[in-house]
């Protein structure tokens, strides 16, 4: 109860206030402009309260996965020849990874020999290997500013390359643990999809890149959030099942090894992409006409890019966000509270040795929410390329407003990660409005402007009062 009137409270000065000193259409273009950040912040802060919530895990790397989900979508969307001669390659990977786990279980493989196979082959597999040609494309030309033939390989090269990317894995996947598996073939069968796909997509790159590009825009967005989001959880799983189980019982090599991780996936992106910044993706039909509509009917009806809201234009695609937000919240929400799944979820996070003792796989379970709260976090950078662009430096960005969403509703608080993210949006919204426009108080002529610092301490600020009022959050339980 103190903590909803503590929200309240916030609430009141973060828009009841404004209110009183603003007209009320910038006011409002103001709140929807905090919500739009606010979906953007969620999507990333459901991910981490998920994960601490049932794991205790800190995840560092969770902004790299945001950012690493809107590179994705983007190749997917504007230069899909890279994502269709590279992707092949870690499919093998995965394929090899998982069959030398099988075989592990019949002839150990020792870990220096496996780390070194790992390793070597790996970098076999990369030598040589020109992604530059693969990445400089043109938008108005189709197959890119390099044409298509002479930026790809030839098949056989990466055939090649596919296999020592194989080898590799299954080094790897050797010194692992096996999982347990109640029929040897059926655990093969894992490995083998993930090689037919590759096999299957490689083959057939030139006619599926063109596919894609031949696509309506809607079409193409959607495969962009369905490979971003699809990616980040795959990514996510393989983070949890291969370097975090490990460490559950060392919390500080967690904090470590997901910082390092972070680290690690933004130079990747420098070295793959380029360390420049790459303008925002075309926004789908239905928020692209250059048009002003009077009402939401009209917005439907013609696709406008703008929606008038009392009197004051407001892009739609961000209601789109904001949209996808809403969604994400009840859709996870309900998991969490009317599905088998999430029962046991919930359960685990009261009572891991009592639900393990019922027979439900808590490995499984955990892993499973680590790769939900990576897809979340993918999704979200996918669907902030239209509105935000990509820069390499985006995944810490948002992950330090996920952090303190989290901090702010509680740790682990699923619906306080919600409230949390509206509140940090909200005041992000306003301390922009008061860099860039000011306000102007009554008995003065000139606006008062801010200095820029103002705009990106304001979440900080929101933070420490609240932690002032309620140190462990709004919703977080008292410990000790």
């Known amino acids: 109860m103190k903590g909803i009137w503590a929200m309240g409270l916030i609430l009141l000065a973060l828009i009841g206030l404004p209110a009183f000193f603003l007209p009320l259409p910038v006011w409002a273009s103001i709140v929807l402009s905090g919500l739009t950040l606010a979906a953007l912040f969620f999507l990333v802060a459901a991910g981490l309260s998920l994960i601490f919530g049932l794991m205790d895990v800190i995840n560092f790397a969770h902004g790299t996965l945001f950012m690493l989900g809107a590179y994705l979508g983007w190749t997917v969307y504007q230069n899909p020849r890279l994502l269709l001669n590279v992707a092949p390659l870690f499919l093998a990977l995965g394929a090899g990874i998982e069959g030398g786990r099988i075989l592990s279980g019949r002839l150990p493989m020792p870990r220096a020999l496996s780390g070194f ?28 500013a390099i044409p298509t033939p002479l930026a790809q390989e030839p098949l056989g090269l990466v055939f090649a390359r596919m296999a020592a990317m194989m080898v590799a894995g299954l080094c790897g996947g050797w010194g692992m643990r096996r999982t347990r598996s109640g029929d040897r073939y059926r655990a093969w069968g894992a490995p083998a999809g993930l090689l037919l796909l590759g096999v299957l997509m490689l083959s057939g790159r030139e006619q599926i890149e063109r596919w894609i590009l031949e696509s309506p825009t809607d079409l193409r967005f959607l495969l962009a959030i369905w490979t971003g989001a699809l990616a980040g959880g795959a990514l996510g799983a393989w983070m949890e099942a291969t370097l975090i189980r490990p460490l559950y019982a060392r919390p500080i090599y967690q904090v470590l090894l997901t910082l390092g991780l972070s680290y690690v996936g933004t130079e990747l992106v420098r070295v793959v992409w380029g360390p420049g910044n790459y303008a925002p993706l075309p ?18 009806r013609q696709g406008c890019a703008s929606l008038n809201v009392l009197g004051r234009p407001f892009p739609t695609y961000r209601l789109l966000i904001i949209g996808v937000g809403a969604a994400m919240w009840a859709g996870i929400g309900l998991l969490l509270r009317w599905t ?3 029962i046991a979820v919930r359960a685990a996070v009261e009572d891991r040795e009592m639900v393990e003792a019922l027979g439900i796989p808590v490995r499984r379970l955990f892993t499973g929410v680590f790769a939900m709260g990576s897809a979340l976090a993918a999704l979200g950078g996918v669907v902030a390329t239209p509105f935000l662009g990509l820069s390499p430096a985006m995944g810490l960005e948002f992950l330090l407003q996920a952090f303190i969403a989290v901090i702010i509703g509680g740790m682990g608080h699923y619906g306080g990660a919600a409230v949390g993210a509206f509140l940090v949006g909200l005041a992000r919204a306003f301390g922009d409005y008061l860099v ?5 108080l009554p008995g003065l002529t000139e606006a008062i402007r801010f200095s820029p610092a103002i705009a990106r301490a304001s979440t900080v600020l929101l933070m420490a009062v609240i932690l002032l009022l309620r140190p462990s959050g709004l919703f977080g339980q008292k410990t000790g």
């Open 340 to 342: 088998r799944i999430g």
């Open 117 to 144: 196979g790992l390793v070597g082959f790996g970098a076999m597999a990369f030598w040589n290997h020109n992604l530059g040609k693969l990445v400089a494309f043109g938008s108005t030309v189709p197959g890119g």
């Open 436 to 440: 860039t426009v000011g306000i102007t």
């Open 283 to 300: 926004r789908p039909s239905l928020f692209a006409a250059p048009c002003l509509a009077s009402s939401v009917e009209e917005w439907l």
